[in-house]
């Protein structure tokens, strides 16, 4: 609007006041008039307190922290190059939370809390369809409200991406958003609370002793052993202005089988491309895995463990196997 | 740019190679800086359109994420800091002393050292291509990020870069703001200075302001990244980093519109053939956006989560920038309105200007409704924005200065055909590339993302984006060539070849090494132009018949009580000021390679101290030591 009739006016002056051949004639010279100066002065004023109430209002609306038995609280720990979340409130028998990776499964028509921090640098939560995004920065907690309702539209999983630059492979540092019924999201809870148990046949088996001799270094997978359950590689935890989240050092791959997609919702979890990415992870997902430190906590992508095509293909049956 | 070699004969210069590393003029240093930020801008426009190439398609593999890391950090820093800065300072440099009247800049040899500094420090920001790879941390330089890899020394030669740019800077504006301050003309007092001189003003007291901040936190980053320091990683907050940065990184933004500002300020009542329309308020209002450019810093923030109470405060005082800015594009209307407007091409390239930069105007504005920033914040609607303010607005300023100031550089007119295909290619590229930008961010397509998956929809609008950034790139080939060969070919421009308002079209082009020979007095804001019109009883202008503009100074009854040529006091040449800045960059250079590198400290610092001595001790003008 505005530019419309500034433009209007810039191409009506630059006409109606233009040099013509044969007029010699010289303007009158003006220098100025004080009203006008006032009067463009004061009504882009106007213009903008008028606009400027609601905009102070919508930022009280927006950054009010959603709380209460009904809201769903997620825990959010951003890492280079991929997401973490932990369902705090969402526990088994002894008290494990649900952990999981780049892609968060929500109910629809509930209020999701989302509590953020970051493992290294600075990464910036956005998931366009469902709301404005959130820097998610190292020392500091962040909060922010999602919610899937009827506003939203049905295509999920809802493609996001963190959109502050957070070095090589911030391109690829993607997330997936899925929104399930309640009925279905009670079901994943459930299942994601019961894993799989150790594997019995024999690719999945040798699969799974390379998992623990080489993977479970960085990445933690939970399984069902002797009526309990037990973690096969690292917990961590970090705790930031009393607050309390998880910071594993790779992935967690409890249920990876049914995940959509892997490398921070990069590639389709297909055998295929688990097969490309554990023969040379680097070679599709930038990363600096040369510069890792583990007992620092320093982890900059995944090293390519020259795994040998068999040991790569029961590692994908084990993988694919846990859902 | 090279030296006209019987024009320079004529008019008293030095020739030779030589004598540019040595001189001290204001004119060939305005020269030097608008050739070097030419140059630079091209190797920008290249890391651009590389860039650009990588996204034309969906999982692009032109580039690797660290060469595309390396090239967005380095265009955005090449663009701000060594095209648009330098290309800013070259005409402040040239036209400061002409439109107020004086001999040369308040400390010449301090100009040249500015200069020298500015050039070895660009040599080294490039150098690291080279050697071991160019900062990607962004132009921004976020902490952690920034402070995370010692193992790289590209964070460092970012740290020292920018820092040594500043420092060039600062020196150069502290001497603008003394020129101005000291050196006007009898006469030209601060209400009756042109516009752009006033936007000169502004501008270095912006820098003078805001550089030392960013030197602080360019210094902590450095300490983080080589002596353990925790300002910003480890326990530090990453946060302080964004407030130093943006606190010089907001009025930054207005030190390199407001020139422009100035330069269509001097072009639209030119063509127009009035007075600029509310001088006074044209000079306030540049005033006012620098100041209010001090406190709204944190609108680069909404994201980071300062709270809401900072929010809403920094989002109204962003909205309110756009009320003095609104001020200058209504009162560029104004001067236009009941004109006689010529659409020459440094007209063109001003109308262009106001048209894009209101474009970009109000985008920013919907930047400071909070809300909507969340969604469009490092999106690439916001890239869509800046470009529109500072591509749009900043160099089709810069280069609508270019077009009505060439002839006063080289006494010759730039090729009109030429112009004409240069400005239509731009405009047209120009909005093919940015403008498809916006739909991209608002369609949810990340900043600073080598590359994007498929079947997103981005496909198509950043395939127009390419084919639109060759198209600029083809214009700006135009416009090389015109000054090549202009140079030569050009039609001769004679003193004041548009019939202009301000002083430096009342002596000859290009000027002479004093400008002056009698320094003038001053009566009027546009005090040339009265000198060749005086009006009627209807306010129309009327020619002085008797005065034929240019060689006026000869004529008018202004200058009596002034020296003549034979006592005028000009600095000599001096190379102390490139050995200063030389030695200073070699300490740079030691500083990126620690700990081995403080051999060259030790050097660089010797270096230096051969200048400072040197120079502090050498007589300042030609004639010195016969007085």
């Known amino acids: 609007m505005v530019f419309v009739i500034v433009q209007t006016a810039i191409i009506y002056v630059i006409i109606r006041f233009r040099a013509r051949k044969g007029d010699d004639t010289e303007p009158v010279q003006s220098h100025g008039n004080t009203k006008l100066e006032i009067l463009w002065t004061i009504i882009p004023v106007v213009i903008l307190a008028s606009i400027g109430y609601p905009i102070v209002k919508g930022i009280f609306d927006i950054r009010a922290i959603a709380d209460g038995p009904d809201v769903l609280q997620v825990q959010v720990t951003g890492h280079q190059w991929w997401w973490e979340f932990e369902y705090i409130d969402l526990t088994d028998e002894t008290g494990r939370t649900l952990v999981t990776a780049n892609e968060l499964v929500i109910p629809e028509d509930v209020e999701v809390n989302l509590t953020m921090t970051s493992a290294d640098v600075i990464h910036s939560f956005w998931v366009p369809i469902l709301a404005g995004k959130r820097d998610v920065v190292p020392n500091r907690v962040s909060n922010m409200t999602l919610i899937a309702d009827s506003a939203t539209p049905p295509d999920a999983p809802h493609p996001g991406q963190c959109a502050e630059y957070c070095g090589l492979a911030h391109a690829d540092i993607r997330l997936k958003v899925h929104v399930r019924t309640q009925a279905d999201f009670d079901a994943w809870v459930d299942g994601q609370l019961t894993p799989a148990a150790i594997p019995t046949t024999e690719t999945e088996a040798s699969g799974y002793e390379t998992f623990n001799i080489t993977c479970a270094a960085c990445h933690n997978a939970t399984v069902a052993e002797d009526g309990g359950t037990t973690d096969l590689g690292p917990v961590r935890a970090i705790e930031v202005d009393g607050v309390t989240f998880i910071s594993s050092l790779a992935p967690n791959l409890t249920n990876f089988g049914e995940r959509t997609t892997f490398g921070a919702g990069t590639f389709d979890n297909t055998a295929e491309h688990l097969a490309e990415w554990l023969a040379d992870p680097s070679s599709i997902k930038p990363m600096r895995p040369e510069l890792n430190d583990i007992p620092e906590g320093r982890i900059l992508g995944m090293p390519n463990f020259n795994l040998s095509s068999d040991e790569i293909s029961n590692l994908i049956a084990l993988l694919e196997g846990w859902d | ?627």
Do not use: C
């Open chain 2, 1 to 627: 740019m090279v030296v006209d070699t019987e024009k320079d004969l004529a008019s008293g210069n030095p020739t030779g190679l030589w004598s540019w590393i040595t001189t001290v003029d204001h004119k060939r240093i305005g020269l030097l800086y608008g050739a070097s930020a030419l140059i630079f801008f091209f190797v920008a426009g290249l890391e651009a359109l590389l860039l650009r190439l990588q996204l034309t398609t969906p999982n692009g593999t032109i580039l690797s994420a660290d060469a595309y890391n390396q090239l967005f950090t380095m265009h955005g820093l090449t663009m701000l800091l060594v095209v648009v800065m330098p290309v800013a300072a070259a005409f402040m440099n040239y036209f400061i002393p002409l439109h107020i009247g004086a001999r040369d800049v308040a400390f010449p040899r301090a100009n040249a050292f500015s200069y020298w500094l500015f050039l070895f420090s660009v040599v080294m920001l490039l150098s690291s291509f080279l050697l071991g790879g160019a900062p990607d941390g962004g132009w921004f330089g976020y902490a952690p990020l920034s402070t995370q890899l010692e193992e790289f020394v590209r964070m460092d030669y970012y740290a020292i870069g920018a820092q040594l740019l500043g420092i060039a800077s600062i020196t150069a504006s502290a001497n603008f703001i003394a020129t101005v301050f000291t050196m006007r003309a009898p006469g030209m007092t601060l209400m009756r200075m042109p516009v752009f001189t006033w936007m000169a003003v502004v501008v270095s007291f912006l820098l003078i302001f805001s550089l030392p901040i960013f030197g602080v936190g360019l210094f902590q980053m450095f300490f983080d990244r080589n002596f353990g320091g925790q300002f910003f990683g480890g326990t530090g907050d990453p946060l302080l980093w964004q407030h130093l940065f943006w606190l010089f990184g907001h009025p930054e933004v207005y030190v390199l519109v407001l020139p422009a500002m100035g330069i269509v300020s001097e072009i639209f009542p030119t063509f127009s053939r009035k007075p600029l329309f509310g001088y006074p308020f044209v000079v306030f209002s540049g005033i006012a956006i620098g100041f209010m450019g001090f406190g709204v810093w944190a609108h680069h923030m909404y994201t980071a989560g300062l709270g809401p109470v900072a929010e809403a405060g920094f989002g109204v005082a962003t909205m309110m920038i756009a009320v003095p800015t609104g001020v200058k594009i209504f009162n560029w209307i104004g001067t236009m309105w009941g004109g006689k407007v010529k659409f020459t091409l440094p007209m063109m390239f001003a109308i262009g200007f106001v048209s894009l930069f209101v474009i970009g105007g109000l985008s920013g504005v919907l930047h400071s409704v909070v809300p909507s920033d969340y969604q469009q914040h490092d999106s690439y609607f916001v890239v869509a924005h800046f470009h529109y303010v500072l591509f749009g607005g900043g160099v089709f300023g810069y280069v609508a200065g270019a077009y009505y100031w060439y002839p006063k550089w080289t006494g010759r007119m730039l090729d009109e055909k030429l112009g004409q295909w240069h400005f239509w290619l731009m405009l047209l590229g120009f909005n093919l590339t940015f403008a498809p930008m916006h739909i991209l961010g608002l369609n949810g397509m990340a900043r600073r993302t080598y590359r994007y998956p498929e079947g997103l929809g981005w496909e198509f609008w950043n395939q127009v984006a390419t084919v639109g950034s060759f198209i600029i790139g083809i214009s700006f080939l135009f416009f090389a060539w015109n000054l090549i060969k202009s140079r030569k070919d050009g039609r001769v421009a004679g003193n004041d070849p548009w019939d202009g308002r301000t002083l430096e079209w009342s002596i000859s082009s290009p000027p002479p090494v004093h400008n002056f020979d009698e320094i003038p007095v001053v009566q009027h804001v546009d005090d040339f132009w009265y000198r060749k019109y005086a009006t009627d009883d209807e306010g129309r202008a009327v020619r002085i018949p008797d005065v034929t503009g240019g060689t006026i100074a000869a004529e008018t009854d202004t200058g009596g009580e002034d020296a003549h040529e034979e006592d005028m006091h000009m600095p000599s040449p001096s190379y102390y000021p490139v050995v200063s800045a030389f030695g200073i960059v070699f300490m740079g250079y030691g500083l990126v390679y620690l700990p081995g590198g403080w051999v060259a400290v030790g050097i660089g610092t010797l270096i230096t101290m051969w200048g400072v001595f040197g120079w502090s001790l050498e007589p300042v003008t030609r004639d010195a030591d016969h007085d």
